[in-house]
């Protein structure tokens, strides 16, 4: 984890993922605030390497997003939703766990929960600008480049990270090797109902 200028960055690979009881994958927590088991946003990768339920999260809304591997089928009590590294992100209540079905081997997944306030998980596209209106805005990054925004100039960031707290205006991500409006990462947003700003402290 590294702090500078308010800009929290965590590289994935150097978290240390937790197994499920269930022995069906792992998790790797990037960022919950305010730390413990009262948080009222986290953000995580799992990596799920068999098929089986969805825990329940009472009161949280989920947001969920393939990243690599085929991808999964998540079946809810009244609708089925297939999901690739090419899908958009699926929002839902976290108490409708659904049971999720690998479709051809393990993936790697990006959640984002909310206890309360308004969240999104939108894909990033290479050199494309974002200005999402949220108080606490992220980028994790699915390629290695440059995350450009007004309150931090150009930040180099690799593959796999989290930079949250970017601050107002319009950011950009400059991908390494850039293709076109490629999809390179994800962006993400979220205001609290009550006035409430998360740091790089409280993480």
């Known amino acids: ?47 799920i390497e068999a098929d089986g339920p969805f825990s329940n999260f009472a009161g949280v809304q989920r947001w969920f997003a393939v990243i690599a591997g085929a991808g999964v089928q998540l079946r809810f009590a009244d609708a089925v939703h297939r999901l690739t590294p090419d899908s958009t992100a699926l929002h839902f209540d976290g108490a409708n766990a659904p049971d999720c079905a690998l479709l051809d081997g393990a993936t790697r997944d990006l959640n984002l929960m909310a206890r309360d306030g308004a969240a999104l998980l939108q894909p990033a596209l290479a050199q494309t600008d974002w200005c999402g209106a949220f108080t606490q805005r992220g980028l994790f990054t699915l390629l290695p480049g440059e995350l450009r925004c007004e309150r931090h100039g150009r930040v180099a960031l690799a593959a796999l990270t989290l930079a949250w707290g970017m601050g107002p205006g319009a950011c950009c991500f400059v991908p390494d090797r850039p293709q076109g409006a490629v999809r390179c990462g994800w962006w993400l947003g979220w205001s609290a109902q009550v006035s409430a700003t998360p740091s790089a402290e409280d993480s």
């Open 1 to 47: 984890m590294i702090v500078s200028d308010d800009l929290l960055l965590v590289r994935a690979d150097q978290v240390t993922p937790e197994l499920w009881r269930n022995g069906g994958g792992r998790t790797c927590e990037l960022l919950a605030w305010p730390a413990g088991p009262d948080w009222r946003l986290r953000i995580s990768l799992a990596d």
